[in-house]
Structures are given as structure tokens and as C-alpha cells.
């Protein structure tokens, strides 16, 4: 199901833990799937429980547990906005409703052109910078007034065209 090289970093992620403990590599193994295929699948769970040596259910608890990993397919670029409380305090919420309005999606959707998803996520720890997202489970962007959205949703817009081109 994966590629040769996915395998590799998989190997690479288990060898940093003692042979009889290598479901510590769990977390590592599913992010490493979900930068191959975009998500992860149950058939994704069950082949990293089987490299692990785990009962593919315990693999499926880490996958539910974090919202990091997409268990199902997301846009090119996934937005999540914090709306904990520390955020909903300081707009985190508008931000989230404007860019839902802006992109023409519910909380949780895709955007028809497989571009965006959009969607609530957990507190992200920089509370003073609210609103505050992640894009793409790497980059966190602060301070993010509808201005401000606006000039993310170009720049994601521009550098999507820019890939095809």
C-alpha cells in the first residue's frame, strides 16, 4: 500500500525506539501515510499496525484521538481555526464563520475545487496571537482579521495555480 520510500521513514521512525517497543513509532508512522495518500484510510491503519506489530484498534485510538490526522480526504490546503474559548474571546469564531462564508463551505467541509477545508480545531497554544489557524498541520498564522484571511486565501490561491503551471 505504501511506497518504498514511505517504508523507509517508517523503518527509519521504528529504529529509534528499543525492538520490543516500536508502537512508539506510531504517531511518526501516521503522519509519514498521511504526507503520502492526504489522509489515512482503515487500509492505511491496518498497514502500519502490521509494520508495528499492534492490533490495527490501537492504531485506529491514535488516529481519532488527535485531530491532526485527516480520516478522511481534505482540500490541498486544510485551515483549522481554534475557537477554544481563550480564542472565541478574541474572534476566533468570526474568523472561523468568514472564512467559511468567504470559501462557501460548513465547518468541516471541502470547497468544490478540492482546494480548502475548513474546520474547528483544538487550542494551539498561542491564545495572545488569537485568532489564530494552522495550515496544513505545519504553519501557524496569528492575528488573522478578515483582511487577513482574505490575503492568506490568495497567496494558497496563487501558490495552487503556480504548482499546476
Not at 17 to 25: E, F, G, L, T, V
Not at 113 to 133: H, R, W
Request: hydrophobic residues 45%.
Amino acid at each position: 500500500m505504501f511506497s518504498e520510500a514511505t517504508l523507509a521513514r517508517f523503518a527509519r521512525e521504528v529504529a529509534k525506539y528499543p525492538a520490543d517497543q516500536k508502537q512508539s513509532a506510531v504517531m511518526a508512522c501516521l503522519s509519514i501515510a498521511q504526507q503520502e495518500l492526504g489522509w489515512v484510510s482503515a487500509e492505511a491503519e491496518a498497514a502500519i499496525a502490521n509494520v508495528l506489530g499492534m492490533a490495527p484498534i490501537a492504531v485506529r485510538e491514535v488516529t481519532t484521538f488527535y485531530n491532526m490526522y485527516n480520516q478522511r480526504p481534505v482540500g490541498q490546503f486544510k485551515l483549522n481555526v481554534c475557537t477554544n474559548l481563550p480564542c472565541q474571546l478574541r474572534k476566533g469564531q468570526q474568523a472561523m464563520d468568514y472564512l467559511c462564508e468567504k470559501l462557501g463551505v460548513e465547518d468541516g467541509g471541502t470547497t468544490a475545487d478540492g482546494l480548502f477545508t475548513v474546520q474547528k480545531c483544538e487550542c494551539l497554544g498561542a491564545c495572545a496571537d488569537a485568532p489564530v489557524m494552522l495550515v496544513n498541520d505545519r504553519q501557524m498564522v496569528s492575528y488573522m482579521s478578515n483582511s487577513r484571511l482574505d490575503e492568506l486565501v490568495a497567496t494558497l490561491q496563487a501558490h495552487a495555480k503556480a504548482a499546476v503551471n
